[in-house]
């Protein structure tokens, strides 16, 4: 589900899509810029949130307005080592940038940005296991 938003307010949904066999265990979610909207999606990302294999969490960044800056970063412990951080970055009058940083001997990732031509773009993130 969308986050509903007024007119000409910036909002990034925040999609983390765990499709490894590993359990990842949400450590913090930093904003830089804007603010959660709390009535959608998981609502604010919260320490020792588990997002299992299969599993999704998805969190929205509003700006104040539609040339606001927006961003933040979300960190995971993996459940076999390592760290995961998603984050993701649009300062006034840019487009949104996104990433993903993988310290793990298992588990690799895949980040794209969506629709960031609109007021509501998708920061998503892909983690999968390292095959073979």
Known sequence: MRAEQADDVY????????????AL????????????VLQEGDGIPLPNTILAPAGVLT????????FSSVGGSIS???????SLVVSWERK??????????????????????INVG???P???????NISS
């Open 11 to 22: 909002v990034v949904q925040v999609a983390i899509q765990n499709s490894s066999d590993t």
């Open 25 to 36: 265990t949400l450590t913090v979610g930093v904003l830089t810029y804007g603010s959660w």
């Open 59 to 66: 969190y929205f960044n509003a700006a104040v307005n539609a």
């Open 76 to 82: 995971f412990l993996p459940a076999n080592g390592g």
């Open 92 to 113: 006034q009058g840019a487009a949104l940038t996104v990433n993903i940083s993988i310290s793990s001997e298992t588990l690799t990732g895949q980040c794209n940005s």
């Open 118 to 120: 609109t007021l509501s």
């Open 122 to 128: 998708t920061a998503q993130y892909l983690i999968t």
